[in-house]
């Protein structure tokens, strides 16, 4: 039996073994940060999607906090896009612009 596919995830002997991460990199981009607007899915609830982000998922987070926190709003990070409850593109296009980004609204 070869035990070097074994996924084990609990040993007697040292407790809970955590399997080792992969540590994924962000998508290819060409320097635009692009915000759309979707619906789709979402039973009507329009939610802003902002792509094109060249951060690692820590900075992502942490861009994605401060924009939640300006427009009082949720959202979260799902492969490397950040995700904004309601349609507030044009105060978040300011707040990525003051940052330095270049930004171009997309969609309807």
Not at 56 to 63: G, H, I, N, R, S
Not at 65 to 85: A, L, P
Not at 88 to 100: F, N, P, S
Request: charged share 35%; proline share 2%.
């Amino acid at each position: 039996m070869d035990f070097g596919e074994l996924n084990l995830v609990y040993s007697t002997d040292g407790g809970k073994i955590d399997k080792p991460t992969v540590k994924k990199n962000a998508p290819k981009s060409d320097g635009v940060i692009r915000i759309h607007r979707e619906t789709k899915g979402r039973k009507g609830k329009g939610v802003m999607l902002i792509k094109g982000l060249q951060l690692d998922q820590k900075a992502l987070k942490e861009l994605a906090k401060d924009i939640k926190k300006r427009t009082g709003t949720g959202g979260s990070v799902k492969d490397f896009v950040i995700e904004i409850q309601g349609d507030q593109r044009d105060i978040v296009k300011a707040i990525l612009e003051k940052k330095g980004h270049v930004v171009k609204l997309a969609g309807s």
